[in-house]
């Protein structure tokens, strides 16, 4: 991966930017995969359930 010529409105002259992200894009890293987990989850859920009772589901 080529260095990005802008390293960014946080670095100072002639020092990198620094190299952690910010706490706004953890933020917001994690709330996707929390929404990725519960998605998984309420998928299998639905499937379990109409796995075990086929009679209310006509399908």
């Known amino acids: 991966m080529a260095a990005h010529p802008n390293p960014g ?3 100072t002259a002639g020092r990198p930017a620094p190299a952690r992200t910010e706490l706004g894009t ?3 890293i ?3 995969w ?3 987990a ?3 989850f309420c998928l ?3 499937a379990v359930i109409i796995a ?3 009679d ?3 399908l």
């Open 9 to 11: 409105a946080r670095a």
């Open 26 to 28: 953890k933020l917001l």
């Open 30 to 32: 994690a709330a996707q």
């Open 34 to 36: 929390g929404l990725t």
């Open 38 to 40: 519960f998605g998984i």
């Open 44 to 46: 299998v859920g639905v």
């Open 52 to 54: 075990t009772t086929p």
């Open 56 to 58: 209310a589901w006509p």
